[in-house]
């Protein structure tokens, strides 16, 4: 299995898009995703790149397995 490593902040957004998550807010740098699913906001910091341990919370936040984010990763 291959290594998660740090992406920028827009591919991120674009895989939370495309498995129904919408934005709700912005705040400075920091954009909220929410789906009616999922219990609690998925906060997306505007990093470029983004670090391994902030994606690693946003795919446990959001519900989205390791190998879902791989296929999610390839179209984005």
């Known amino acids: 299995m291959s290594r998660i490593a740090p992406v920028h902040y827009r ?10 998550f919408v934005l709700a807010r912005e705040r400075g740098d920091h954009m909220v995703f929410t789906k009616p699913e999922v ?23 959001a519900g989205i397995s390791r190998e879902r984010y791989f296929e999610l990763l390839e179209t984005a």
């Open 11 to 20: 591919k991120i957004v674009r895989i939370l898009q495309r498995e129904g």
């Open 39 to 61: 219990t609690r906001p998925v906060v997306v910091p505007r990093y470029d790149p983004l670090p391994v341990f902030i994606i690693k919370n946003v795919l446990r936040t």
